[in-house]
Antibody
Framework: QLQLQESGPGLVKPSETLSLTCTVS??????????WAWIRQPPGKGLEWIGS???????YYSPSLKSRVTISVDTSKNQFSLKLSSVTAADTAVYYC??????????WGQGYLVTVSS | QSALTQPPSASGSPGQSVTISCTGT?????????VSWYQQHPGKAPKRMIY???KRPSGVPDRFSGSKSGNTASLTVSGLQAEDEADYYC????????????FGGGTKLTVL
């Protein structure tokens, strides 16, 4: 059974870079059938798609976050990562990683709260 | 402001049916048959209930159904049960030159 697990610092200072890693188990990140996505949810608010990556390294980003986001993949570790630069309090959210196919996420991590505060 | 528009709330009594709408544009909902619906209970990760407009993943009750007309997609929950009370989000593929995914703002479904 596929499992995804987010990890990284839970507290980031304003203006710094948020970095998270998603470790995939029970399946290969190199599968040609899937993309791997990051989605976030500010406390009490709705879901926001951040971007996704294919195992080959092709990336797709939200137009509203594109200037600050980098998603990368490490197939040797079966992991993919998110970097979000110049963070502010508005970037405080639960960050989910997910497996995506045809723009639909069928498996999700449990979510990881990242707080932006000095 | 979310890219896709959903009503903030919906409600129904046990056994009734309720329909949640999701309105976009010809650049997302209307342009692609890649609309999904997710159910989210408090403190939990979202769970996919519908994909490609009307397909139901294995294990999702057939009480859940999806449809689309023009730029508006809909999720119908028939035979409402207490455990259906949750937040529901729609999403769609968007953009031809800059492919991405957009979500709706979410609908809180209350079972009365």
């Amino acid at each position: 059974q596929l499992q995804l697990q987010e990890s990284g610092p839970g507290l980031v200072k304003p203006s710094e870079t948020l970095s998270l890693t998603c470790t995939v188990s029970g399946g290969s990140i190199s599968s040609s059938s899937y993309h791997w996505a990051w989605i976030r949810q500010p406390p009490g608010k709705g879901l926001e798609w951040i971007g996704s990556i294919y195992y080959s390294g092709n990336t797709y980003y939200s137009p509203s976050l594109k200037s600050r986001v980098t998603i990368s993949v490490d197939t040797s570790k079966n992991q993919f990562s998110l970097k979000l630069s110049s963070v502010t309090a508005a970037d405080t959210a639960v960050y989910y990683c997910a497996r995506e196919q045809a723009s639909s996420s069928d498996s999700w991590g449990q979510g990881y709260l990242v707080t932006v505060s000095s | 402001q979310s890219a896709l528009t959903q009503p903030p709330s919906a409600s129904g009594s046990p056994g009734q049916s309720v329909t949640i709408s999701c309105t976009g544009t010809s650049s997302d909902v209307g342009g692609y048959n890649q609309v999904s619906w997710y159910q989210q209970h408090p403190g939990k990760a979202p769970k996919r209930m519908i994909y490609e407009v009307s397909k139901r993943p294995s294990g999702v009750p057939d009480r859940f159904s999806g449809s689309k007309s023009g730029n508006t997609a809909s999720l119908t929950v028939s035979g409402l049960q207490a455990e259906d009370e949750a937040d529901y989000y729609c999403s769609s593929h968007a953009g031809s030159n800059n492919a991405h995914v957009v979500f709706g703002g979410g609908t809180k479904l209350t079972v009365l």
